[in-house]
């Protein structure tokens, strides 16, 4: 729950993942459960709902994490932090990924396996637009 210098584990599985031709790699922490990716935080959207990973499964609280979950307030989406495994996110009907490099961004595949229709969604799609609108105006707040 600490941003520090020891970001081994994470290093390593973006070694891996790019290893596997991947852009980005999905971390788990020991029970299992999604974490969050080798540089980002995840989000699915499932009939609606956004779910991401609590902190405490191991995913760290960043602003750009806190800034997505402000702009899904904004927009009135429900959204909540659960528990995802794989199959969460292989049979989400979209994903996002939020961090400071990548600012907002679709992800579409998982283990070479179509996310939802395979392109981003519309849920996506604002968040992506309005993070950039946020960025664009040099940190305005909501």
């Given at each position: 729950?600490?941003?520090?210098?020891?970001y081994l584990n994470n290093v390593m599985g973006k070694i891996e993942a790019q290893?596997?031709?991947?852009?980005?790699?999905?971390?788990?922490?020991?029970?299992?459960?999604?974490?969050?990716?080798?540089?980002d935080n995840i989000f699915i959207v499932k009939t609606g709902k956004v779910i991401?990973?609590?902190?405490?499964?191991?995913?760290?609280?960043?602003?750009?994490?806190?800034?997505a979950i402000e702009i899904l307030e904004e927009f009135k989406l429900p959204w909540k932090e659960d528990n995802l495994t794989r199959y969460d996110i292989f049979t989400a009907d979209e994903c996002?990924?939020?961090?400071?490099?990548?600012?907002t961004i679709a992800a579409i595949e998982l283990d070479q396996r179509v996310i939802g229709n395979g392109k981003p969604g519309p849920?996506?799609?604002?968040?992506v637009t309005r993070y950039r609108e946020i960025v664009n105006s040099q940190g305005t707040p909501i």
């Open positions: 729950m600490v941003k520090s210098l020891n290893a596997a031709d991947a852009d980005e790699g999905l971390m788990l922490n020991e029970q299992g459960y999604v974490a969050e990716c080798t540089g991401t990973p609590p902190v405490s499964a191991g995913s760290l609280r960043g602003i750009t994490r806190d800034t996002f990924l939020t961090g400071t490099a990548a600012e849920v996506t799609q604002r968040c």
